[in-house]
Nanobody
Framework: EVQLVESGGGLVQPGGSLRLSCEAS????????MGWFRQAPGKEREAVAA???????LYEDFVMGRFTISKDDMQNILYLQMNSLEPEDSATYYC?????????????????????WGQGTQVSVSA
């Protein structure tokens, strides 16, 4: 059974940083596409970033160089380093993983691209 468990969320001031972690069990991070989505209250769930099995990265435009996705294949952990956080970044952040073996450039940003979802970790950016 695949399980994705996020951690690292919390309350941070504007301009601050957080690093989210996602521990994967029953799943090997090295061979698949993994990523992060987020959902703010009253808004649709949206993609943030993805990391392909070849190490290439994909980001939504709003990230604008502030976030970095990475992983530790030895420990099966996916990370999202978030810097220069803004109040608009406040949301529940979800770790996602697929079973396809690659991040489809035409659909990685879609919810239905990913087969596995974590429970989410809350990020709040406020003064």
């Amino acid at each position: 059974e695949v399980q994705l468990v996020e951690s690292g969320g919390g309350l941070v001031q504007p301009g601050g940083s957080l690093r989210l972690s996602c521990e994967a069990s029953g799943y090997t991070t090295v061979h698949y596409c993994m990523g992060w989505f987020r959902q703010a209250p009253g808004k649709e769930r949206e993609a943030v970033a993805a990391l392909d099995s070849d190490g290439s990265t994909l980001y939504e435009d709003f990230v604008m160089g502030r976030f970095t996705i990475s992983k530790d294949d030895m420990q099966n952990i996916l990370y999202l380093q978030m810097n220069s956080l803004e109040p608009e970044d406040s949301a529940t952040y979800y770790c996602v993983a697929d079973s396809h073996g690659y991040c489809d450039r035409g659909s990685w940003y879609r919810v239905d691209h990913f087969d596995y979802w974590g429970q989410g970790t809350q990020v709040s950016v406020s003064a």
